[in-house]
């Protein structure tokens, strides 16, 4: 076994509240939170799908408080740790100590690729607290390399201990992610960390790419729960990096079992990449676009995927989910 030292973080309880429409139940975490722990993952996430304070109108209001989902996941955990998501500007100072009280001792503070600078006061106050802080890089395909290292820079000038190349549209392909792994391990001191989403089918393949190039922290989710078309499946992320010699600590048949015995039985639907998701990967939209996009393109009739393309043309991002009805009028009156 190669004794490369990596984490793995499961994100299943938080990308998967995407595709879960944000109605996890205790129970769902409780099991969940259980089975990963015993497996041996080292990190889980747990939140709104959009992060700390994201249950509203505009994102998709939650069925459960995700404080209590946080302490209901706690309550499980022998060894794992639990994170959270925290996005500027939906997320707050208050809803970071509030998760804290709750058991959370990670927060990942996302940005869009080209905004670093609006998470300084979040990045510094998780330090403060002692958590693992990292910063998350959303929509990392969107700029060239040399932005995207000026706002990790950014994140780790701030006291972000792993910074994150984040393909939230699922948009980049093996290359492109070596390129910017590689760009981010020449010119930060801190640790790297990579979170794919599969809409052209590339999840797996460029989580590989992220290790190879010297990425410490890697995303998955158990049956590919998440946003799009899922994010890089844990299961099989923990058999490939094991049959490549890396020892990722996480037994294979306990991650297994939370998988098929667990959360394949409250998923709402199979993780598979569909004609819309390809296309958001294709035009790169923010896969957390998905079922907003299927709702606005009942609403008014329209292609899914014609919305999506005009999205992808406009370059939309995380937190202008109201474009996605204006564009889908707009196509209606065409």
């Known amino acids: 076994m190669t004794n490369r030292s990596f984490e793995i973080v499961d994100v299943t309880l938080r990308d998967g509240s995407h595709s879960m429409r944000h109605a996890f139940t205790k129970e769902q975490v409780r ?20 992060g700390l304070g994201g249950s509203s109108l505009q994102y998709g209001l939650s069925k459960v408080n995700e404080l209590e ?23 707050t100072k208050k809803d970071l100590n509030e998760a804290v009280k709750a058991g959370a001792n990670m927060v990942r503070v996302a940005t869009h690729v080209t905004e670093a600078d609006v ?25 060239p390399i040399e932005k995207l290292v000026e706002q990790a820079k950014l994140f780790e000038s701030y006291g972000a201990e792993v910074v994150y190349v984040t393909d939230s549209a699922g948009a980049l392909l093996p290359h492109e992610v070596t390129e910017r792994i590689t760009a981010l391990k020449n010119e ?26 010297g990425a410490t922290y890697i995303d998955g989710s158990l049956r590919a729960l998440g946003a799009g078309s899922g994010n890089t499946q844990t299961e099989v992320m923990a058999a490939v990096l094991e049959k ?10 306990k991650i297994l079992d939370v998988a098929n015995d667990v959360v394949a039985k409250f ?5 598979e990449v569909t004609g819309t998701s390809l296309i958001m990967g294709y035009s790169g939209v923010y ?4 079922l907003h996009t299927e709702k606005a ?13 005009e999205l992808g043309k406009m370059q939309a991002v995380g937190g202008q989910e109201d474009l996605i009805y204006e564009v889908a009028a707009q196509l209606e009156k065409a």
């Open 31 to 50: 099991e969940t939170a259980r089975g990963l722990d015993q497996a041996g993952v080292n990190y889980f996430e747990v939140s709104h799908g959009d």
């Open 188 to 213: 930060l001191d801190c640790e790297v960390g990579f979170h794919g989403h599969n809409n052209l089918s590339m999840a797996m393949a460029n989580t590989l790419a992220a290790v190879e190039a």
């Open 267 to 271: 998923m709402p639907r199979p993780q």
């Open 69 to 91: 989902l946080i302490e209901t996941a706690a309550a499980e955990c022998s060894r794992a740790n639990i994170s959270v998501l925290l996005l500027p500007g939906i997320g």
């Open 244 to 253: 490549l010699g890396y020892n990722t600590g996480i037994d294979l048949y």
């Open 297 to 309: 393109a009942n609403k008014f009739g329209i292609d899914e995927r014609d919305i999506l393309v």
């Open 119 to 143: 998470a300084k006061q979040h990045i510094e106050m998780g330090r403060e607290l002692g958590l693992k802080t990292v910063g998350f890089l959303m929509m990392a395909h969107m700029v």
């Open 287 to 290: 896969s957390s676009f998905l």
